[in-house]
């Protein structure tokens, strides 16, 4: 059975840049509750740690130093079906290729500086959660 939360981080470009509220609005209005959140500014070794399945990948580098450049804002959301749902609500990774009314249609400004991560399975979605929240405020957050 899918899951009903999903860990999502606001990165360092739309927090950056003052759009926090709206893309927590915009996940509101698409029907999510948020459960947990926070602001931090991730070290060389979280960045690293967090995106470790993307290590071998040609723009890992460039993708650490992004989400080491500012604070962050990690938040885990609850709703029915949430990674799947999210993953709609948020488009594409590539702006140019995202739908309209999307999360990165409207606040990303390129295939890395995308505005937001969303987990992409409800295993990484428990992994992720507990990356940036402990396990009594998992369990709390209801
Ligand atoms: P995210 O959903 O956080 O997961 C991995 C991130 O790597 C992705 O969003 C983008 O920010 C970044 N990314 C993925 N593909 C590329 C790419 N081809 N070039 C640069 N950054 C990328």
Redo the contacts with the bound molecule.
């Keep these: 059975m899918a899951g009903n939360r999903t860990l999502a981080?606001v990165?360092p470009d739309a927090f950056g840049s003052g759009k926090a509220g709206k893309i927590l609005a915009h996940i509101e209005g698409a029907g999510f509750r948020i459960i947990a959140a926070r602001v931090t500014h991730l070290s060389d070794a979280e960045a690293g740690e967090f995106?470790a399945?993307?290590k071998e990948?040609?723009?890992?580098g460039?993708?650490t130093k992004?989400?080491t450049s500012g604070p962050c804002m990690p938040v885990v959301l609850e709703k029915s079906d949430a990674v799947a749902s999210f993953r709609k609500t948020?488009g594409a990774?590539?702006p140019a290729e995202a739908e309209a009314n999307t999360i990165r249609k409207l606040f990303a400004e390129?295939?890395?500086?995308?505005a937001?991560?969303?987990s992409?399975s409800d295993e990484n979605a428990y992994r992720e959660a507990r990356f940036f929240f402990s396990e009594t405020e998992l369990i709390r957050a209801r």
């Design positions: 981080i990165k995106y399945v993307h990948r040609p723009f890992f460039s993708l992004f989400m948020i990774t590539d390129s295939k890395e500086r995308n937001i991560h969303a992409d």
